[in-house]
């Protein structure tokens, strides 16, 4: 499919979809039935993950499509994640266990990027394997990642590269050849390294802070803590017409402050906490000094205010037609069943007030994920608040008797990070020391001191001429995959050889064939006389190019030794020794001198002492030196002279 049909997908949204990868009934009615049983099914499996989640802007939502045009009918849906980019590495693993629990079902998602899945692992892709001839050949299956092979050759498993097959093609190969399509073991050990943590990372994702506010808010987040996403994101995103609904409060009053504990994500606490924000005098939140104790609970409860009374001031006036009940959606009673038989309520007692909070959310969470064509995803959260304050009574002495059995805050530590962190993590994002599948730990001091101390500078010339050496083409010049897996290993003679061949030393005479083209095919209608003097005339043509590029390299030496260009190099010791034994003659020879026999260079220091000026010129900051050693796996000790 054409790059410009392709559907779009907004920027910070993903996109994913579940094929039956072998239907048994070709019938749309029974195909679209047995969709909506596996729907109940998946919903009731991940409904333990997903009922405590606190999403960034949407959830993750499926709902039948039925065929359209190659797509067969599916269970699809689409998920905007805003700034936290972990809902959409958690819907990754969603899918991963999706297709592990139900061995029928494959999984496709993407991003504006395309198949993200493939960029994370882009070091260890087949180079056949690009955006172009990826469409339609990953698929998420039995919990592993697939990519169909490229076939060429007819009776071999895949598909060609040069082709793009249809949805039911590829889920045909992928069922007949499943073992055929597994991607390999480093693409599948980038991919795990990336979810790896999870189901335990969502607990650790959280983060849990004391905040003083209105009493209506702490009620409305001890009964719907999904709500504080909105509330913050409204406050993140505010506008001066957005401040106006907060000169006063109506619905939040700041006189019935109380202090709760709230349960934020990372992103949620971040975006909160690192905006400097102060409020309008006539708002009735006032601030203590910054040494108060619980200045920062206060700070954050007044914005979590401001942010909740900006959704209500958008909700309008409550609707006039009631939501309809979730036991109404004929999807409701399997659901519950499944839940039920999964042990989602945990053997409480139904009527129990745990039982009904399990209740609560499990309504909430399934509304948000079961959509339909007449219903949006999400409804307004102005009215949710307004809808769970006028539903639930609360007494607000109780409220302020419950601050002393409070839970204790959690450290906010993780904001800051130290130099040597995210250096750390520089590193792992770039792909160095991972290509096992595992991170690097962190070295103490003393095996740093150790490292640095028997650093070879050999790895650096050696790297260098890998990478020159290295082949390329119009898409770019590719890191040499020695540069990281191999060791350095340095031939001297071979060295020296390949520069006497490229700058033409007097005592050996470059073959014609370097200036042939290898890619060239003589043509079989042309006899044999023809073809020997199109040769003689080559051979001519590279000999007068070869005998001009020689006399302007030597017109070029000459003008140059007049120069101080050349004491800028560092000679090799021999010919430095030599050179300054015999300086005297030659300063008395002078312009008399019409040839002077060059030198030879110390071409591995010299580049060492280039790059090493380059890199304490940076000061530490990035630059040119340091992103191409840094490509090539290269780690230069820092400067420890700071003179």
């Not at 980019?85 to 993407?110: G, M, N, P, Q």
């Not at 697939?146 to 060609?160: C, D, K, V, Y």
């Not at 509304?367 to 006028?390: D, Y």
């Amino acid at each position: 499919m054409d790059v410009l049909q392709r559907p779009s997908i907004p920027e910070d949204a993903v996109q994913y979809q579940l094929f039956l990868v072998h239907p048994e009934s070709s019938e749309t009615e029974a195909h679209e039935r047995f969709l909506q049983q596996i729907l109940q099914n998946i919903l009731a499996e991940l409904a333990p993950l997903l009922v405590q989640y606190i999403w960034q802007h949407q959830p993750f939502n499926l709902r039948y499509h039925p065929e359209k045009g190659d797509v067969p009918a599916h269970l699809g849906g689409v998920t905007q994640f805003g700034d936290n980019v972990e809902d959409e590495w958690f819907i990754v693993y969603l899918l991963k266990h999706i297709t592990r629990t139900f061995s029928d079902i494959a999984a496709v998602v993407c991003d504006n990027d395309g198949q993200f899945l493939l960029i994370e692992a882009a070091e260890h892709l087949p180079k056949w394997l690009d955006p172009d001839s990826s469409e339609n050949r990953v698929f998420l299956y039995r919990g592993e990642l697939h990519i169909l092979p490229n076939r060429t050759h007819s009776g071999e498993a895949g598909w060609p590269r040069d082709s793009v097959p249809t949805v039911a093609q590829a889920l045909e190969v992928l069922h007949s050849h499943t073992e055929s399509c597994l991607a390999k073991q480093p693409i599948c050990a980038a991919l795990t390294k990336r979810l790896d943590g999870y189901p335990d990372k969502i607990q650790q994702n959280f983060h849990r802070a004391h905040c003083y506010v209105p009493a209506g808010i702490a009620v409305v987040l001890s009964k719907r803590p999904d709500l504080i996403a909105p509330a913050v994101s409204a406050f993140y995103l505010r506008d001066p017409v957005d401040l106006q609904a907060c000169r006063t409060f109506h619905t939040f009053t700041p006189d019935t402050r109380v202090m709760t504990s709230v349960k934020f994500t990372h992103c949620l606490y971040a975006q909160l906490q690192q905006q400097s924000f102060v409020p309008d005098r006539r708002s009735g939140f006032t601030l203590p000094v910054h040494s108060h104790p619980q200045y920062r609970a206060h700070e954050l409860g007044m914005k979590l205010a401001h942010g909740f009374e900006i959704l209500c001031s958008k909700s309008g006036q409550s609707s006039s037609e009631k939501e309809a009940s979730v036991s109404s959606n004929p999807l409701w009673r399997g659901f519950l069943d499944s839940l039920k038989k999964n042990g989602y309520f945990k053997g409480e007692l139904e009527g129990s007030v745990r039982y009904k909070d399990l209740m609560t959310s499990a309504e909430s969470f399934f509304r948000q994920s079961v959509t339909s064509t007449h219903r949006l995803a999400i409804q307004n959260p102005g009215q949710e608040m307004l809808k769970v304050l006028e539903d639930t009574s609360y007494s607000l002495e109780d409220l302020k008797n419950q601050e002393a059995h409070l839970p204790p805050e959690d450290s906010d530590a993780w904001l800051d990070i130290s130099p040597q962190e995210l250096e750390r993590l520089l590193e792992e994002r770039g792909g160095r020391g991972v290509s096992d599948g595992t991170c690097k730990t962190a070295q103490p001091d003393e095996e740093v001191q150790e490292e640095e101390a028997g650093y070879s500078l050999i790895a650096v010339t050696q790297g260098m001429k890998n990478f020159i050496n290295a082949m390329s083409s119009h898409e770019g010049a590719e890191i040499p995959s020695s540069c990281l897996a191999q060791p350095f290993s340095f031939d001297p003679d071979a060295v020296t050889s390949a520069l006497d061949r490229l700058l033409g030393s007097k005592d050996e005479e470059l073959d014609s064939d370097d200036f042939e083209d290898d890619d060239e095919e003589d043509d079989n209608d042309v006899d044999e006389d023809e073809g020997v003097q199109n040769c003689e005339s080559q051979e001519q043509a590279g000999a007068e190019a070869l005998d001009n590029l020689r006399k302007y390299m030597d017109e070029m030496d000459q003008e140059l030794q007049s120069t101080n260009i050349g004491r800028s190099f560092t000679l090799n010791n021999r010919a430095s020794n030599k050179a300054d034994a015999s300086k005297s003659s030659l300063a008395e020879l002078g312009s008399e001198l019409v040839e002077e026999e060059i030198q030879p260079l110390d071409v591995d220091l010299n580049l060492v002492s280039n790059l090493l000026e380059s890199l304490a010129s940076q000061a530490g900051l990035a630059g040119p030196a340091s992103n191409l050693l840094q490509s090539l796996g290269i780690h230069i000790p820092p400067d420890a002279d700071q003179s």
